[in-house]
Nanobody, 123 residues
């Protein structure tokens, strides 16, 4: 499956952005999907994951209540709605697809990755 992110940009603290991840090549609904991010000089960090149907969602603690992961299987698209953004949310955000149907925040369990989109939050 091929993944292409869009929707990144620069915003002020407290602002919002919605990231999209368009999938192609294979059946999108066959995959658990996730969002990860990597800030300069830091390791890649799990952000959120969603089950194949969209019924189950999990988040890292630092984004709970601010970010919402969702998917539209009819449109082969994954989303990340980011509200109340903070400077520490600044990173390259990547979507990823996993054949592992069980919950996982381990990036090594995701076989397919997009190229990433930059999110910059200024104070």
């Amino acid at each position: 499956v091929q993944l292409v992110e869009s929707g990144g940009g620069s915003v002020q603290a407290g602002g919002s952005l919605r990231l999209s991840c368009a999938a192609s090549g294979r059946t999108f609904s066959d995959y658990r999907m996730g969002w990860f991010r990597q800030a300069p000089g830091k390791e890649r960090e799990f952000v959120a994951t969603i089950t194949r149907s969209g019924a189950g969602r999990s988040y890292t603690d630092s984004v709970k209540g601010r970010f919402t992961i969702s998917r539209d299987n009819a449109k082969n698209t994954l989303y990340l709605q980011m509200n109340s953004l903070k400077p520490e949310d600044t990173a390259v955000y990547s979507c990823a697809a996993s054949d592992n149907l069980a919950y996982t925040s381990d990036g090594s369990k995701y076989a397919y990755w997009g190229q990433g989109t930059q999110v910059t939050v200024s104070s």
